[in-house]
């Protein structure tokens, strides 16, 4: 069964402590690893897209990086408004473009 | 910037009756989906739509559900008769053609609430 699964499901840090969250996965043939926000209320904001083992992307404190089974979001110097939910999700062969989304990592920063 | 819209942001209705969530994709992209996520859960797929047609649907996506694209730039899902088990957040996402997965921009979402 195709799964998406994140660690660790919540996770509190000090205003400027580096972490890293982690999406795992388990499909037939991934075509894209993406990594959203989202804020309480609110729908997914669009982060990064990752195609490729050993690809890196990065965005002010955020760098997301894939391998082969599993994906890292790294927080550089985190700030309170970091503070959301970060979502992964994978589209795979056979799926056409439906993506499947893991149940998130919940990140609360205090200053 | 170019986003998703939905209307209305929230919608309250009353069990066996009818819903029409709407939404507005962003102008030049060419596949539509819809989602929802029931509170506390993961968001879930339910329907994929390109050229005016459904290219991929979840298990969840029954004969209770369908989806039209009305004009040249709404979206909308209709829930023919409401259940409790429908309450939840119901996003549209668009994405562009590429040729490969792209980006899907998700709107604010609809939160229905059936009593």
């Known amino acids: 069964e195709d799964q998406v699964t994140q660690s660790p499901e919540a996770l509190r840090l000090q205003e400027g402590e580096s972490s890293s969250l982690n999406c795992s996965y388990t499909v037939s043939g991934l075509r894209g690893l993406f990594w959203y926000r989202q804020d309480p209320g609110k729908g997914p904001e669009f982060l990064f897209t990752l195609y490729s083992a050993g690809e890196e992307k990065e965005k002010e404190r955020l760098k997301a990086t894939l391998t082969k089974k599993e994906s890292f979001l790294h927080i550089t110097a985190p700030k309170p408004e970091d503070s959301a939910t970060y979502l992964c999700a994978v589209s795979f062969s056979g799926g056409y473009n439906k993506l499947i989304f893991g149940a998130g990592t919940r990140l609360a920063v205090h200053p | 910037e170019p986003e998703v819209t939905q209307t209305p942001s929230h919608q309250v209705t009353q069990m066996g009756q009818e819903v029409i969530l709407r939404c507005v994709p962003i102008s030049n992209h060419l596949y539509f989906y819809w989602y929802r996520q029931i509170l506390g859960q993961k968001v879930e797929f339910l329907v994929s739509?390109?050229?005016?047609?459904?290219?991929?649907k979840s298990e969840i996506f029954d004969d209770q559900f369908s989806v039209e694209r009305p004009d040249g730039s709404n979206f909308t899902l209709k829930i023919r008769s409401t259940k409790l088990e429908d309450s939840a957040m119901y996003f549209c996402?668009?994405?562009?053609?590429?040729?490969?997965?792209?980006?899907?921009?998700f709107g604010p979402g609809t939160r229905l609430t059936v009593l």
């Open positions: 739509f390109y050229n005016n047609e459904i290219s991929e």
């Open positions: 996402a668009s994405s562009a053609w590429t040729g490969s997965p792209n980006e899907q921009f």
